[in-house]
């Protein structure tokens, strides 16, 4: 009897491991279709449009208009010349120191070199006539005494050399029959140009 259920057991067993075998195997294929991973699908990019050459020709250039401002003035600027900041070249003229008005009866003119002792020369006029064959010009003022005429008195510095240094530099000064200056200048000339003060007097 023993042997009898004991052999039922293990025919049962047998069979239970037998069943549990394919039912294991099928879930498995079954889970195995279900949750395969696929890979996402690559989209391709887009290729940019060529870029197409813009041409033109003579007729739409024919169509483009100037741009023009209304209401402007004609712009009259003149570039000023190279040679007009070019002190040497500046130096190669008369030089105009202006004019000076006084009710004195005298003046006193002193110059001297303007900048540092090179030899400069001058000769000085007074209304056309020399007055100062040739002056060495130092660092010291020097000069001369002149008596004024009614109406113009005109003075004439003329630079017989450029000293060591070109040009020929110095300043001067001018005073009345009180001491008092009534003009203050310098003159930059080139050898053989004059620089020219006017004294008037009312």
Do not use: C, H
């Amino acid at each position: 009897m023993m042997n009898q259920y004991f052999s039922f057991k293990g025919q049962f067993l047998v069979l239970a491991f037998i069943f549990g075998a394919f039912s294991t195997a099928f879930s498995q294929e079954e889970f195995g279709s279900e949750f395969k991973v696929k890979a996402a699908p690559v989209k391709k990019k887009k290729e940019a449009a060529p870029v197409k050459d813009v041409k033109f020709n003579s007729k739409d250039y024919e169509k483009i208009k100037a741009y023009e401002v209304a209401g402007l003035d004609k712009n009259n600027y003149v570039v000023p010349k190279p040679e007009e900041k070019d002190a040497e070249k500046l130096a190669k003229r008369d030089q105009d120191l202006g004019v000076v008005k006084t009710t004195s009866g005298t003046a006193k003119v002193r110059y001297r070199d303007a900048a540092y002792v090179d030899g400069d020369k001058i000769r000085v006029y007074l209304n056309y006539e020399i007055v100062e064959q040739e002056v060495l010009l130092s660092g010291d003022a020097q000069g001369f005494d002149i008596t004024l005429k009614k109406g113009v008195n005109r003075i004439d510095f003329e630079a017989i050399n450029d000293g060591f240094a070109a040009p020929n530099t110095a300043e001067f000064k001018i005073f009345n029959d009180k001491g008092e200056v009534i003009s203050s200048n310098q003159w930059n000339i080139a050898q053989g140009y004059k620089a020219t003060i006017v004294i008037e007097k009312e």
